[in-house]
């Protein structure tokens, strides 16, 4: 199973970007989806994901600025960032819970990082 996360950028305080993030591979279920990011000197920290439910969480910092969506036929989450601020800025990650089998196991899988970098 791989991750492919793209959409990263440079952009201007108050600016736009959509990340994607594209699971492929053998995959019998997705039971988790969720972005996370890393700023440098910072710990990785929760941005939005979906519960176990389906509900949508978001950090503090990003609610009403940021959306998670996700299109379950193609395996894909998306993450809508709207006016964003120069604090935004880090390397931002994708994670899913996949089983790759009927009777499997959930395992995490991480996307291998997309930079957005946001200027004042």
């Known amino acids: 199973v791989q991750l492919q996360a793209s959409g990263g950028g440079l952009v201007q305080a108050g600016g736009s970007l959509r990340l994607s993030c594209a699971a492929s591979?053998?995959?019998?279920?997705?039971?988790?989806m969720g972005w996370y990011r890393q700023a440098p000197g910072k710990e990785r920290e929760l941005v939005a994901m979906f519960t176990s439910g389906g509900s949508a969480v978001y950090a503090d910092t990003v609610k009403g600025r940021f959306t998670i969506s996700r299109d379950n036929a193609k395996n894909t989450v998306y993450l809508q960032m709207n006016g964003l601020k120069p604090e935004d800025t880090a390397v931002y990650y994708c994670?899913?819970?996949?089983?790759?089998?009927?009777?499997?196991?959930?395992?995490?899988?991480w996307g291998q990082g997309t930079q957005v970098t946001v200027s004042s």
């Open positions: 994670k899913m819970k996949i089983t790759t089998e009927k009777w499997g196991r959930m395992d995490d899988y």
């Open positions: 591979g053998t995959i019998f279920s997705i039971n988790g």
